[in-house]
């Protein structure tokens, strides 16, 4: 009656449409959603929402999905370990979930939905090389490649990384950038230094490089660990860009007010969250799939 079906006689609706009026009815748009064949639910597995990349790679999705039709039903993890990840597929499998998105930039989550029999479409996003599942993720080889070659074309004869923990996919591939885009050039390749994408890490880190007086440029893992070794910097009375050169990872919007403004490379964390959604939307209508 409320949806206008012809069916229904004008008194009957006008008698129906004051009742709604006098009781103050809504719409329910999740009872409408049992109605169809169509759930229109996306289960996303997220972790650490306080870090920019994993929080704008979730925005990103959530805006996609949104556009879509598609409502949301997030479980994030503060410890990722393959049982956290199985839990919280098990968790988000016994609600009418169409398909799973894993932001899964650590082995422990690539790992740990693959082999999970739950009879939906699961894409991986961030997951590198995930086996046996379709994966969506930024270059981050291309990306540290370029932020590397741009930092010896101002003629520094050789780059230190900052580099993010060492069970990070992203981290492993800006890692491998870097470091290629150094041996093709002929030059040294100093030992990556390790931290946890925080900024205390970038600033610990980069005092230990101020002790080295070689050190020129520094590629950092991502712009938090870069604000950090900003700091560092300056309190050892090292002047960037003049005496260093600093150059991040991910264009957090504070990064262009750090102090000297902060050389970046930029994710496009919309585009990821519609090629992610675009994907598991093909797999749910596919034959075999989710939908109807």
């Known amino acids: ?8 006689r004008a008194e009957t609706r006008a008698r129906v449409q004051t009742e709604i009026e ?4 809504r ?19 997220a972790f650490d929402p306080t870090l920019h990349g994993p929080a704008g790679t979730l925005g990103g999705i959530e805006r996609a999905a949104r556009a879509a039709g598609y409502f949301l039903s997030v479980v994030t993890l503060q410890t990722v370990t393959r049982q956290a990840v199985r839990e919280a597929m098990d968790y988000l499998a016994q609600q ?10 650590q082995r422990a989550v690539v790992d740990g939905p ?3 029999p739950y009879g939906r479409p699961v894409v991986a996003v961030e997951g590198g090389e995930a086996p046996d599942l379709p994966v969506v993720c930024v270059d981050q080889y291309g990306g540290a490649y370029l932020a590397t070659r741009h930092l010896l074309d101002l003629g520094h004869r050789t780059v230190h990384h ?22 093709e050039a002929g030059v040294r390749v100093p030992e990556p230094l390790y931290g ?13 490089l101020t002790d080295d007086g070689d050190v020129t440029a520094i590629f950092v893992a991502n712009d938090q660990m870069a604000l950090g070794a900003l700091r560092a910097l300056g309190d050892s009375g090292v002047r960037v860009p003049r005496d260093v050169s600093v150059v991040g990872f991910d264009d957090i919007p504070e990064a262009e007010f750090f102090t000297p403004p902060l050389t970046t490379v930029s994710q496009d964390f919309g585009e990821v969250g519609q090629r992610s959604i675009r994907l598991l939307v093909g797999l749910i209508d596919a034959p075999g799939g989710a939908g109807p």
């Open 1 to 8: 009656m409320l949806n206008g079906h012809p069916n229904v």
């Open 196 to 208: 946890d994408r925080h900024p205390k890490a970038g600033y610990e880190l980069a005092r230990r």
């Open 27 to 45: 719409r329910n748009s999740s009872a409408r959603a049992l109605v169809p064949r169509r759930i229109g639910v996306i289960g996303v597995v």
């Open 22 to 25: 006098e009781l103050g009815y």
């Open 96 to 105: 009418p979930v169409e398909g799973y998105i894993v932001i899964a930039p």
């Open 162 to 183: 900052i580099a993010g923990p060492r069970d990070w996919l992203e981290a492993e591939d800006r890692v491998h950038g870097w470091c290629h885009a150094l041996q």
């Open 114 to 116: 693959a082999d999970l």
